[in-house]
């Protein structure tokens, strides 16, 4: 939420943002060969794709004052492990105008 918070700061009233994350949305941090949680959670909670869209902005982007311009579905490529060579999840790919 705090960097979140911060890109918001720095925008001008309509200033644009253009934001990807996975969904289902599920963080960790990967450092090398161990993963942690983050030190900061979204309250994002979901199991599916549209669920976690509209989680995140019902309780961060809106909250935040941020206004959708245009949101999209992708396709992201995740690195695989040894059972799978690569993972295809689904990537909500937004725009977000700063509210003035």
Known sequence: M????????????????VLALVMPFQPFVE???????????LPVNSDGWEEGVSDLWTNV?????FTPVSLSRLPYLCEGDLHQDYYLLDDAVMVLKKDS
């Open 2 to 17: 705090s960097m979140l918070r911060h890109i918001h700061s720095r925008l001008r009233p309509g200033g644009l943002l």
């Open 61 to 65: 982007l809106r909250p935040l004052g």
């Open 31 to 41: 450092m090398g060969p161990r993963h942690s949680d983050p030190t900061e959670v």
